[in-house]
């Protein structure tokens, strides 16, 4: 039996984008429901990102979403970025005139969004697969869905956002989509330990052995990432040889990498991929549904939750206002700030990986690049200006 529902707004995938886009339509009093193939303890607890940008706070601060974040949250003026045994600081908040990041875990952004959405008894349904989009061209287009005891449901709605990252079922539904995909010979190991960070700031380290990276999530909490190859195994990385490399690799003069218990691991390859246009009819994707960038210079979750508020803004003048221009410029204006934050990303990965078959003529150009981005004012301010990111909705 297939029982029919009907909703505004039908947001298939209860990550970020999704989950920041029902909020924003519910301050517009635009209806929505959001379909979560997972449980809500599963989306809370998924590691993943970890550094917003100065307009992605300001996103969250001015959507009633920044209490805890600004409890909690470590505000960053800065990173390190290391080379050749020398370790730099750039300083953000004098290259940028006044630019930060802020330390806020993915899994917090996600916990306030859910708490505010069950809040507000907005629609959000856990363990809800989303098993094809139909009657895109039609103004009445449809999400077919399966709940946790497998009956079928049909929600039909005014638009489907596809936030169903970039495994989801929105985006083959796209007939005129090109894609521009590129694969990285690297993945990352990425590890969150129960230890005070070792550092004040993100460190940034190039090593002949191979990239690596000190986060962290709390006065706590660590978060630590190695590069390694793509096929790498988890088994063959006991926590001694985890610790062993990060100091190694992240390792200077008169410094030592405090070590902890390992609560979380996970190897994530690498890649860019831009699918576009972001939109068809009324089917229009968000976030890692539409493109995917590499974790170095941390815009995953930026990108996400930019295209959220792009969307919400174009629903609003096509569902209230009845203008269809914002809808229209909607995928041009998402891609512009896409192809930004691919070109940075893409960037630091090639300024700080080893490459597999590294020669000579790589690794100098990489070592002038690093020594030129940590001396000239202008290479640091152009590192500062992408890292803290750009103004939300005007990309
Ligand atoms: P997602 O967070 O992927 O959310 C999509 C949601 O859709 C998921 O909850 C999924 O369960 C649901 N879904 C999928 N298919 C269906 C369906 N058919 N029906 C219903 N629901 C469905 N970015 C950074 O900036 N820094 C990092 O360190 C970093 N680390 C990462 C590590 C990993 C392992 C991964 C995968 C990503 C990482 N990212 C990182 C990227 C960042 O986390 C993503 O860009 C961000 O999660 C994108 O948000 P989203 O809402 O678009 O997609
Ligand atoms: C983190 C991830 C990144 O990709 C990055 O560039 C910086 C920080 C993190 O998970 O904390």
């Not at 802020?102 to 917090?108: D, F, G, N, R």
């Not at 909607?330 to 990965?349: E, P």
């Amino acid at each position: 039996m297939t029982v029919p529902d009907r909703t505004q707004v039908g947001i298939i995938g209860g990550g970020p984008a999704g989950l920041l886009l029902s909020h924003l339509l519910a301050r517009d009093g635009i209806d929505s429901v959001v379909l979560e193939s997972r449980d809500r303890a599963y989306v809370e607890a998924r590691q993943r990102a970890g550094v917003i940008e100065v307009g992605t706070a300001e996103l969250l601060r001015d959507v009633g979403l920044g209490t805890r974040m600004d409890r909690d949250g470590l505000v960053h003026g800065g990173i390190y970025v290391q080379f050749a045994g020398e370790r730099h600081h750039l300083d953000f908040v004098d290259l940028t005139d006044g630019g930060t990041v802020t330390v806020w875990a993915q899994t917090e952004i996600v916990k306030d969004l859910v708490a505010a959405r069950l809040a507000d008894g907005g629609g959000l349904k856990f363990e809800a697969e989303a098993v094809a989009v139909e009657d895109l061209t039609t103004d009445r287009p449809v999400v077919r869905y399966r709940d946790a005891a497998g009956t079928e449901h049909e929600l039909r709605c005014d638009v489907i956002a596809g936030c169903d990252g970039f495994h989801g079922v929105c985006r083959p539904a796209i007939p005129s989509l090109a894609v521009v995909d590129h694969a990285y010979p690297y993945a990352w190991l990425g590890i969150l330990a129960d230890v005070a960070p070792s550092t004040d700031e993100l460190i940034y380290a190039h090593h002949t052995r191979g990239f690596a990276l000190h986060s962290l999530r709390s006065p706590e909490v660590s978060r630590l990432y190695l590069q390694v190859a793509p096929d790498e195994n988890l088994d063959d990385w006991p926590d001694d040889r985890i610790w062993s490399e990060l100091a190694t690799r992240l390792g200077v003069a008169g410094w030592t990498l405090h070590t902890g218990p390992i609560r979380d691991r996970g190897i994530t390859p690498m890649r860019s991929f831009v699918g576009a246009p972001m939109r068809h009819g009324r089917l229009f994707l968000a976030g890692d549904a539409a493109h995917i960038v590499p974790p170095t210079g941390a815009k995953g979750l930026n990108l996400a939750m930019a295209d959220a508020a792009v969307l919400a803004d174009a629903l609003r003048a096509l569902l209230v206002d009845r203008d269809g221009r914002l809808a229209e410029s909607y995928s041009d204006r998402c891609l512009r700030r896409v192809w930004r934050a691919t070109h940075f990303s893409w960037w630091m990965t090639s300024m700080l990986h080893r490459p597999m078959q590294a020669d000579a003529f790589d690794e100098a150009l990489q070592l002038s690049q690093l020594r030129y981005v940590t001396s000239s004012r202008a290479a640091a301010t152009s590192l500062a200006e992408n890292y803290v990111g750009f103004t939300m909705r005007t990309a």
